[in-house]
């Protein structure tokens, strides 16, 4: 059984950094599409960054290319998103979500097609 454990989120004041983390255990053989989403209260959900383990591409939402990383390291089997020049618009809960595929992560992370998430870690950036 597939888990995922997000950490890493907290306050901080506008132009501030965070790197979360999302540990996962349970995988199978193959690739996987891991992503971040982010969500606020009435709000829908909205893809954040993604990573395909195969390739090791990533992919950004244009809302925070240029300030957030996606990367992995295999040996602790996580996921991190570093947030760099943080912005009020920022503010929401982030959850990292996985899927086992082939073909494209690119049209799994657009159509949210993934089967596993975590339970989200709050990011709150004051102005």
């Known amino acids: 059984q597939v888990q995922l454990v997000e950490s890493g989120g907290g306050s901080v004041q506008a132009g501030g950094s965070l790197r979360l983390s999302c540990a996962a255990s349970g995988y199978g053989r193959g690739n996987y599409c891991e992503a971040w989403f982010r969500q606020t209260p009435g709000k829908e959900r909205e893809g954040v960054a993604a990573?395909?383990?195969?390739?090791?591409?990533?992919y950004y939402a244009d809302s925070v290319k240029g300030r957030f990383t996606i990367s992995r390291d295999n040996a602790k089997n996580t996921l991190y998103l570093q947030m760099n020049g943080l912005k009020p618009e920022d503010t929401a809960m982030y959850y990292c979500?996985?899927?086992?595929?082939?073909?494209?992560?690119?049209?799994?992370?657009?159509?949210?097609?993934?089967?596993?998430w975590g339970q989200g870690t709050q990011v709150t950036v004051s102005s």
């Open positions: 979500a996985t899927a086992r595929y082939t073909g494209s992560c690119l049209k799994i992370f657009q159509r949210a097609g993934f089967g596993y």
């Open positions: 990573f395909s383990t195969d390739d090791g591409r990533a």
